[in-house]
T-cell receptor, first 114, second 116 residues
Framework: AQKVTQAQTEISVVEKEDVTLDCVYE???????LFWYKQPPSGELVFLIR??????QNEISGRYSWNFQKSTSSFNFTITASQVVDSAVYFC???????????FGTGTRLTIIP | DTAVSQTPKYLVTQMGNDKSIKCEQN?????MYWYKQDSKKFLKIMFS???????INETVPNRFSPKSPDKAHLNLHINSLELGDSAVYFC???????????????FGSGTRLTVV
C-alpha cells in the first residue's frame, strides 16, 4: 500500500527566508514516482516536479530545490528566498509502477509574511 | 488552449438534486481520473478510466457514476446529492503506464460543488 505523510500542517515564514517542506512516503514497490503540486489560493493544482525512484539526484529549479533520499523515504522541497507568491498549499504525492492511482499527502499550508 | 477543462467551475444545488460535471482533455492522454478534495484539503481518488474502461473505483457511493464516452472525456454524474458531497472535484488525465514511464498527471481547475 502506498502512503504519503506531510507532518507539517502549516508553516509561516517571513519573506526572503528559506523554508523546507517535508514529505515521507511508504511503498513496497521498487519502482515508483514522486510528485509535488502547488495549490495557490485560486484553487488549481500546479505541477512542480516528478521524480522516479531510480533517480536520486537532487534537482534545482530557480528558487526551488528537491532532496530525494531513498534511505529515509523522504522527498523534501525547499524554497529559497521565499516570496509572497509562494503562499499556497503544497502537496507531495506518490504512485507505484503499474498502479494508476496517485496518492496525496495531506498538504502543507505555507504562508509567506511580507 | 486549456489542457484539461472542467465545467462548471462552480455548482450550487439543493439536496436531493442530480447534477453532472463535465471534463475534457486535449492532451491525447488515454487515462482520466476524478479526485475529490474535501474541506480539509484532503485529495482522494474516486475513479479512473483508461480508454473508456473503468480501472479504478474507490469506495465511492453508487450515487456517483462516471461516464466516459471517449478517451478525451470523463463526466461525473451525481444522483440524490447530499450535504456531504460538498467538495471540490478535480478531473485529471495522464498516459497509461503501459506506455512506459509515468509522465505525470495534468489536473483541471476544479469544480466547487456546494450542496445546500
Amino acid at each position: 500500500a502506498q502512503k504519503v505523510t506531510q507532518a507539517q500542517t502549516e508553516i509561516s515564514v517571513v519573506e526572503k527566508e528559506d523554508v523546507t517542506l517535508d514529505c515521507v512516503y511508504e511503498t513496497r514497490d521498487t519502482t515508483y514516482y514522486l510528485f509535488w503540486y502547488k495549490q495557490p489560493p485560486s484553487g488549481e493544482l500546479v505541477f512542480l516536479i516528478r521524480r522516479n525512484s531510480f533517480d536520486e539526484q537532487n534537482e534545482i529549479s530557480g528558487r526551488y530545490s528537491w532532496n530525494f533520499q531513498k534511505s529515509t523515504s523522504s522527498f523534501n522541497f525547499t524554497i529559497t528566498a521565499s516570496q509572497v507568491v509562494d503562499s499556497a498549499v503544497y502537496f507531495c504525492a506518490l504512485t507505484e509502477f503499474g498502479n494508476e492511482k496517485l496518492t496525496f499527502g495531506t498538504g502543507t499550508r505555507l504562508t509567506i509574511i511580507p | 488552449d486549456t489542457a484539461v477543462s472542467q465545467t462548471p467551475k462552480y455548482l450550487v444545488t439543493q439536496m436531493g438534486n442530480d447534477k453532472s460535471i463535465k471534463c475534457e482533455q486535449n492532451l491525447g492522454h488515454d487515462t482520466m481520473y476524478w479526485y475529490k478534495q474535501d474541506s480539509k484539503k484532503f485529495l482522494k481518488i474516486m475513479f479512473s478510466y483508461n480508454n473508456k474502461e473503468l480501472i479504478i473505483n474507490e469506495t465511492v457511493p453508487n450515487r456517483f457514476s462516471p461516464k466516459s464516452p471517449d478517451k478525451a472525456h470523463l463526466n461525473l454524474h451525481i444522483n440524490s446529492l447530499e450535504l456531504g458531497d460538498s467538495a471540490v472535484y478535480f478531473c485529471a488525465s495522464s498516459f497509461s503506464l503501459d506506455r512506459g514511464a509515468n509522465y505525470g498527471y495534468t489536473f483541471g481547475s476544479g469544480t466547487r460543488l456546494t450542496v445546500v
